[in-house]
């Protein structure tokens, strides 16, 4: 997914199961390969561009751990993207969600909890792995991409992974690979996106924008570091 550059190396060592991962690569690769990733990785996103990432994580981070489907509570990033889009002073109390990234968060409402891992394997391993290179290209100290119990982590989900989450994960990418498309379509000149301050753009399409209430759902924990 966008979070996932091609990694020659991790500071983890695992095995990986091959017939899942054989069966996402092509959405992996595109992923990889999208404009919006590459200018992640390329240490010249700006601080708006990334703010507006952020919003569209939040709120796919949001849909994931409202249900208290993941094994070990370290994994909890909601708060953590909170708290790195406020160090980046971003004060607006409306975020602005991206059509896709809106559509994305009401199909995950609709999964049972099985189906539902899929796309927890895909994001936490994204920032378990791609997202370790991205926190020092990116504005901001990266809070998100730090975790105190990191091996556990991807040892715990890989030892739950299975091949019949190929569909889903390959649902999951291709939604997440329309995110990255639209992300890099609001800041182009010509942009169908009308674009204004840090928060608020129109379009033709609908656009859904969520309030700061909703965020006295995330569950009262520990902060992550």
Request: aromatic share 12%.
């Amino acid at each position: 997914m966008g979070l996932i550059p091609p990694c020659t190396t991790t500071p983890f060592t695992l095995t990986v199961m091959t017939s899942l991962k054989s069966a996402i690569e092509t959405n992996h690769r595109l992923a990889e390969n999208a404009e919006f990733n590459k200018l992640l990785l390329s240490g010249n996103v700006t601080t708006d561009q990334y703010l507006l990432y952020l919003r569209q994580l939040l709120h796919i981070f949001f849909r994931l751990e409202q249900r208290n489907v993941l094994p070990i509570d370290d994994m909890r990033s909601a708060e953590e993207i909170l708290l790195d889009m406020r160090e980046l002073n971003d004060a607006d109390e409306i975020y602005s969600l991206l059509p896709a990234t809106f559509a994305y968060g009401k199909y995950l409402l609709t999964l049972p909890n099985d189906k539902l891992m899929a796309h927890v394997y895909l994001h936490y391993l994204a920032l378990l792995f791609g997202g370790q290179i991205m926190k020092n290209k990116v504005p901001g100290s990266g809070k998100l991409y730090v975790f105190k119990s990191a091996e556990e982590i991807i040892k715990t989900i890989r030892s739950m992974q299975k091949d019949s989450w190929a569909d889903e994960a390959n649902y999951g990418l291709t939604q997440f690979n329309k995110i990255l498309d639209e992300l890099y379509e609001v800041f182009r000149p010509t942009s169908k996106f009308v674009y204004k301050h840090t928060s608020h753009f129109s379009t033709r399409y609908r656009i859904h924008k969520y309030t700061r209430f909703w965020m006295a759902k995330l569950p009262i924990r520990f902060q992550r570091i």
